[in-house]
């Protein structure tokens, strides 16, 4: 929703692309190179896939705008399969098969392994929403279980004690969850404060500002409407830059699980 592609099939500046594509180790999609993938299930919806195992990825994640009557009737997920949607714009109908929820810009839903979840675009106009899914890896012992939340509702804390970039996370902290969603916001001009190089890996999808960021030690310009893959153990950092926005992404990453 108002990014670059002119949608004209014309030529609308130079054929050029800011895409980077490193597999099983990082990768970059800016908007204006998507292309909509047909998904079963998915009714009068652009959908396209971003990460997923062809790039190294232990999850899916899909870019989703919902038109007029846009709906996921069949059931998203499966069987051992946990999903998490986020609106970026707009409102959404997400339903388990007992209840329904409606959420706006900045909600979220997160369905437990095996439980379906039926999306539905609430409003006449287009809802963009961030999609989810991975293979759940069980714990003996714990559970997780459904949540629904708008992150207004959360309080952010101060990143690494940094006064300038704030951290929200969905899910709770307990062990049943082998996944955690978060947002994190950088004031312009702010960083991580070192290069992280960590086991678990991160989908991210941009949702304001500009940036540069560090992937395998090289420098990349990112802003909002790019994704962005991090397999385990890339080095990942970014500054924040211009004078308006924060640079602020929602991402996934594993966690709470023992490797083999
Ligand atoms: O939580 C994280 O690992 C996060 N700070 N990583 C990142 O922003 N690339
Ligand atoms: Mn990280």
Request: glycine share 10%; charged share 20%; net charge negative.
């Amino acid at each position: 929703m108002g990014y670059k592609n002119n949608n004209t099939g014309y030529l609308d500046g130079l054929l050029q692309s800011r895409a980077v594509i490193k597999k099983n180790n990082f990768a970059i999609l800016p908007h204006d190179g998507l292309v909509n993938n047909v998904i079963p299930g998915f009714k009068n919806c652009d959908c396209s896939i971003l990460g997923s195992k062809q790039i190294g990825a232990n999850f899916v994640d899909y870019i989703i705008t919902m038109k007029k009557d846009g709906e996921n009737s069949r059931g998203f997920g499966g069987e051992g399969v946990e999903t998490l949607v986020y609106v970026i714009e707009g409102t959404l109908e997400v339903r388990d098969d007992q209840q329904t929820h409606i959420l706006t810009s900045g909600g979220y839903a997160y369905f437990p392994a095996s439980q379906l979840m039926y999306l539905k675009n609430a409003q006449e106009e287009p809802t963009e929403i961030f999609l989810y899914k991975k293979r759940y890896q069980p714990l003996a012992g714990y559970d997780a279980h459904q949540v629904i939340g708008q992150v207004q509702d959360i309080e952010p804390v101060h990143y690494e004690g940094m006064e300038d970039v704030l951290l929200w996370d969905f899910l709770p902290k307990d062990l049943g969850f082998d996944m955690n969603f978060h947002i994190l916001s950088f004031e312009p001009g702010a960083s991580h404060g070192y290069v992280e190089t960590h086991y678990q890996e991160h989908g991210a999808y941009l949702l304001s500002g500009q940036g540069m960021y560090n992937l395998d030690n090289d420098w990349y310009p990112v802003e909002k409407g790019d994704y962005i893959f991090m397999s385990s153990y890339v080095q990942q950092a970014a500054y924040a830059v211009g004078r308006g926005e924060p640079l602020s992404y929602v991402y996934s990453k594993d966690c709470n699980r023992d490797p083999e």
